[in-house]
Structures are given as C-alpha cells and as structure tokens.
C-alpha cells in the first residue's frame, strides 16, 4: 500500500474550487515536486495533506502505519522568526514536541535524536548560537533538522530555498536529495521547474486540473516542456 | 534611609505585599516573552481595559469580591480577541482596539452614573494608575494574588516546551500534532488572569508596561528562549522590587514608580545589547 494515497481530490476555499480531481500516490522513497503558478493550490494542496484544512471532495489516505504526527515539515520562515530569540538547539529539540506528548519535558532519547540530526544537516556546530545570526541557508538546515526529528520517513517542505542565495540553493539541494538517498520520503513545493526535474521522481504540476506524472513523463509532456523552456 | 525600610519591613503587610508584587512581577513576565514575539503585545493592552471595564461594572453593584466578575470577563474577551486574531473579516487590531476602547468608555460612564463613591475621581485614579501605595493592599488580595501567581508560575513551567513550540513556528507545530490552538487559548486565558491579578499592583494602564519592557530588555541581551525567559523573569522582579521600596520610601505611586525602573532597565539592556553587537 502506498504510503499517501490521494484520490479524487478538490481544494478551494468558499470562493470556489482552486484544483480538481488530484489522484495521486506516494510511495516510500519517493520524491514528488510540486510545481505551479502563484495560487495554482501548492500550498492549499500541502495544508491538505497536513490536515490543517479539508479537501472540498475526494480522500487522503495515510498508509503503512504512518500517523498524522509522524510528518516532518518545513514551513516558509515567518517574520516572527527572523528576530526570535532562540538557540540552535532549542529549536532542533523542539522537532521532539511530537514525541514527548504530554510529557513536559524531553527525556534523553530526544536529546540524543536531536543531536544525530544535528550532526546530519552539518549544524552540530551551532548548537549554542542564536537562530537569528545565521544565514539564510544554515536557518534552513536548522529548520530540516528540526523537521528530522519529527519524522525519520516524511518530510513535507514548503520551498525550502526561496531566499536563498545560489550556493545556499545548490547546497540545500544536495542536503534533500542526499536525505531522499537514504530513503526519506519527500514532498516539495518548488518555483524552480528546472530544479525539480534534476532531482525529483514525480512531479505534480498545479492548475485548474493538476498533472501528476514521473519525471520523465513530465519531460516529454507538452506541458513540462513548454514550463521547461521557458525557465533559463 | 535604611533604617526606615527596616521600619517598614516590621508590618507584616508590608513584607506580604512586596512578596506579592514580586510574584506578580515573575509571572507577568514570563508569558510577556511570548506575548511579545507572537506580536500580541497589544492583545495584553487591551485585556487590561476591558479589566478597567468589567471592574466598574463589579464595584457599582457592589460586589464584596470583585474578582469573580473581573476574572470571567477578562477571560471572556481573551479568547474572544484570541479569534478575531485569525478573523479576516475585520482585523485583529482593529478588533481589540474597538473593544478596550469600548470597554474603557463603559466603565467610565457607569462609574460616573452609579457610584455610590464620594471621592469618584480618586476611585477611577486608582483603578488605572493602581493603589497610591502598595500599603493599602487588603490581605485578601495579597492572598488571592498570591495563589493565582503560583497557579500561572506551574502552567508555565509544565508547559514551556509547548509554549516555545507553539511561539516559534505554530506551522510545524500544527503540523507534528500539538494542538497549537488549545495553547494558543492557554496562553489567552493565563495572560487574562496576570492581568486581573497584576491591575492591584499597577493599576489597568500600566500593566502592558510590566509585561512588555521584561521580555523586550531581555531579547536585547540574551540569544536563547530558555535565557531570554530566566533573563526577564529575574529583571522584572528585581525592578518590582526597587520600585516598591522607592515608592515606600519616596512616597511616589506604586505602579509608575515600578514602570520608571524598568524603562530604565530597558535602557541599559538596550545600550549593553548595540555595545556587544559592535
């Protein structure tokens, strides 16, 4: 069984439908771009899987015993963040929210989790610096870190490198497709068409009627290319 | 000079008093940090005239323990903002601006229809401004005050991972499972009790002052949530402190006094945070 199955889905809000019938699956290890004009429904399709909002019609499917707080996410930085007082680690712990509960404080099976991930997005030097003096590209290591520790299977990333600048960019690739290598699953809304054909095994195209094809398909469809000339 | 404070310190109403202002000062403080980095800083402002309001109303109907109307009310228009926060229909500020400026005028006006009271503008000074002096507390009140200051100092500490979450990013929050709006009306609700517990000390209009100038001293100089919260805690009840004594001894009010020393300790956090940036 697929590891999200989406089928038959509309997004909107009250004002009408944004998107109709996605049919959809993602399978474990998959990596599925979504791609899309500026209120084509990315994020609104996102929220969905998030359960922050219902589809209009249609089901998302969770499977293979992968529960709702088992989704690791990163969202687009918010203004608050940029001037919050907080510590590397603090914030990477907080990644651990899910699993503590109710329990008011992290044991130490968290701390070490927190640690690891760390050390795997390269940050572990930072642990005691504050959030706010970093760049924009070890903010968003940060925050993948972070996202690690709510979920070893599913990360969910809401264009993790918009901002970024073009080394930051390229590295921050590398750090998801080499995730992906090891087998995490990853969903991804990108601006970047370009981008998402290099690294992605699906693509999920937004309009009024989304396309969801593999890679190569959307390489040799009218549409993918169409999108694929226009970018530089 | 020291002889007088010891003089003071001999009334036991006097040490009751201070402790109170300095658990009020804790707790205020606490929750000022998230207040402030959720950018709710004026949802506490305007709670504290809706407190102004619903303790007209409680004072002109003469009720012995004013506490059990202000408290619900406060609560009440807690949440209430707390929603309209997320309202598209009509914004957040415009929301609270509409009912603390409402509630400041209905309190006025029923005050000067119905009270019973000859020193009339004495009664509403005191309201806003908070006791003339820290002396004339009731024991009753420092008890109360004293019980909710522990309540808000536990939820806090039980909840700080939540809080901390929920401040930094309620997105992931949401998304990982934590129910980012039931905290999200935890803290509405605990702020709305620091409120109505902390208008004794210093009065409606000067409470925003004693959960605001904490949190913003301590981001000035500290890098951590865990050091901004201690940072901020410890200055606040430090500056309460200095206050009351200043204000005991200098026979100025209470609550202005308070207020004068933390802007200054402001001040200097602010100048000592540009000095470590260089």
């Not at chain 1, 390269?122 to 996202?147: D, H, M, T």
């Not at chain 2, 309460?240 to 207020?259: R, Y």
Request: glycine share 8%; net charge positive.
């Amino acid at each position: 069984m697929a590891l999200i199955s989406v089928s038959n889905v509309s997004l909107g809000y009250d004002a009408g439908i944004i998107a109709k019938d996605i049919n959809l699956e993602i399978n474990n290890g998959d990596y599925l771009c979504i791609v899309g004009e500026n209120g084509s429904g990315k994020s609104t399709f996102i929220k969905t899987l998030l359960g922050f909002q219902r589809p209009l019609s249609g089901k998302v499917i969770f499977g293979e015993g992968l529960r709702k707080n088992e989704i690791g996410y990163l969202p687009q930085q918010t203004s608050v963040q940029k001037d919050f007082p907080a510590s590397v680690w603090e914030i990477v712990l907080s990644g651990c929210q899910a699993r503590a509960g109710l329990r008011p404080f992290y044991n130490s099976d968290e701390k070490k989790m927190a640690r690891e991930n760390m050390k795997r997005m390269n940050v572990e030097e930072f642990a005691g610096r504050c959030y706010r003096q970093l760049s924009g590209g070890q903010q968003q290591r940060v925050l993948l870190a972070r996202a690690l520790c709510a979920s070893r299977s599913l990360l969910i990333l809401d264009e993790p490198v918009s901002g970024l600048d073009p080394k930051a960019t390229a590295d921050m690739y590398e750090a998801i497709k080499k995730l992906n290598d090891e087998g995490v699953t990853i969903i991804m809304i990108s601006h970047d068409v370009n981008a998402a054909v290099r690294f992605a095994t699906h693509i999920l195209h937004m309009r009024s009627n989304p396309v969801f094809l593999t890679k190569e398909e959307y390489k040799n469809s009218d549409l993918g290319k169409c999108y694929l000339a226009v970018e530089p | 000079m020291t002889g007088s404070i010891a003089t003071y310190f001999e009334y036991p109403f006097v040490r009751y008093a201070i402790i109170v202002g300095m658990l009020i000062a804790l707790c205020s403080s606490l929750f000022g940090v998230t207040l402030v980095l959720k950018r709710f800083s004026f949802i506490g402002d305007g709670l504290s005239h809706v407190a102004f309001g619903a303790l007209a109303v409680a004072s002109v109907i003469n009720l012995t323990n004013q506490m059990i109307l202000v408290l619900p009310i406060t609560v009440g228009c807690a949440i209430l903002m707390l929603r309209a926060g997320q309202n598209t229909r009509i914004r957040g500020d415009a929301m609270v601006a509409m009912v603390s400026v409402g509630a400041l005028a209905f309190g006025y006006l029923i005050m000067n229809l119905f009270s019973t009271s000859t020193n009339l503008s004495g009664d509403v000074c005191t309201t806003l401004f908070g006791s003339t002096s820290i002396l004339t507390l009731t024991s009753e009140d420092v008890l109360l005050s004293a019980i909710l200051s522990v309540a808000v100092v536990a939820v806090f500490i039980i909840f700080y991972n939540k809080i901390f979450a929920v401040t930094f990013d309620e997105g992931f929050a949401k998304a990982t499972g934590t129910n980012a709006g039931g905290y999200n009306l935890l803290i509405a609700v605990v702020i709305s009790v620091v409120i109505v517990v902390a208008m004794n000390l210093v009065g409606s209009l000067l409470i925003s002052a004693l959960v605001v100038f904490p949190a913003l001293s301590a981001m000035r100089i500290c890098r951590s949530f865990k050091g901004v919260t201690v940072f901020s805690a410890v200055l606040s009840v430090s500056c309460a402190f200095a206050g009351m004594i200043t204000s005991i001894v200098a026979g100025t009010p209470v609550g202005a006094t308070i207020v004068m020393v933390d802007i200054a300790a402001f001040l200097v956090c602010f100048v000592t945070g540009l000095a470590a940036r260089r």
